[in-house]
């Protein structure tokens, strides 16, 4: 099974933007029908569905944060990356990278989170 | 879309069963089988227990199954054990909108 392991900076200034890459091992990101996607979790709060990336390169962004967010793949690397700009304190979440099974509907595995704190 | 419905807490003794629910509208959960449930202890991050309603991924004790019925999905844990506390949480995945909704969790006590 793939692994999933998240890097980026821990803290980012209001109004800036949000840069975090997933880095996937134990596997190619390109193989099979597979798609990619970032989820978040502010502290002592509930899950949130950010969007997905296919191995193709298309995505599909929650309505809620579409206008904010950007996510690409570079298979090189093995890597797929989240852009969340003009962030707020209540972006400040534990950010997850997970191996997303498309249509079925479900995440399988996760990566550990990163935490990312917006503040000045 | 909405988010999904879950209970805040549940609780049970151990050996006991627990039921959480996950409650939708007849337009997302009423209409897609597209449920997956995961369990996330504290600290770590989240894990794949249930898919497609009532699938268990490889590795997942048959201690805990999923169903269906209307707009209201449920996870069922049987013979509770101290390791099943932590927080649940149901999602959709809706083809329609093609995006996914979370429940708002449900913090499993184990007496």
């Known amino acids: 099974q793939v692994q999933l392991q998240e890097s980026g900076p821990g803290l980012v200034k209001p109004s800036q933007t949000l840069s975090l890459t997933c880095t996937v091992s134990?596997?190619?990101?390109?193989?099979?029908?597979?798609?990619w996607s970032w989820i978040r979790q502010p502290a002592g709060k509930g899950l949130e569905w950010i969007g997905r990336?296919?191995?193709?390169?298309?995505?599909n962004y929650n309505p809620s944060l579409k206008s904010r967010v950007t996510i690409s793949v570079d298979t090189s690397k093995n890597q797929f990356s989240l852009k969340l700009s003009s962030v707020t304190a209540a972006d400040t979440a534990v950010y997850y990278c997970?191996?997303?099974?498309?249509?079925?509907?479900?995440?399988?595995?996760w990566g550990q989170g990163t935490l990312v704190t917006v503040s000045s | 879309q909405s988010a999904l419905t879950q209970p805040p807490s549940v609780s049970g003794s151990p050996g006991q069963s627990v039921t959480i629910s996950c409650t939708g509208t007849s337009s997302d959960v009423g209409s897609y089988n597209r449920v997956s449930w995961y369990q996330q202890p504290p600290g770590t991050a989240p894990k794949l227990m249930i898919y497609?309603?009532?699938n268990r991924p490889s590795g997942v004790p048959d201690r805990f199954s999923g169903s269906k019925s209307g707009n209201t999905a449920s996870l069922t844990i049987s013979g509770l054990q101290a390791e099943d506390e932590a927080d649940y949480y149901c999602?959709?995945?809706?083809?329609?909108?093609?995006?996914?909704?979370f429940g708002g969790g449900t913090k499993l006590t184990v007496l």
């Open positions: 990336i296919y191995t193709s390169g298309s995505t």
């Open positions: 497609e309603v009532s």
């Open positions: 997970a191996h997303d099974y498309g249509d079925y509907g479900w995440f399988d595995p």
């Open positions: 134990g596997g190619s990101i390109s193989s099979g029908s597979y798609y």
């Open positions: 999602s959709l995945y809706t083809s329609s909108s093609t995006n996914v909704v």
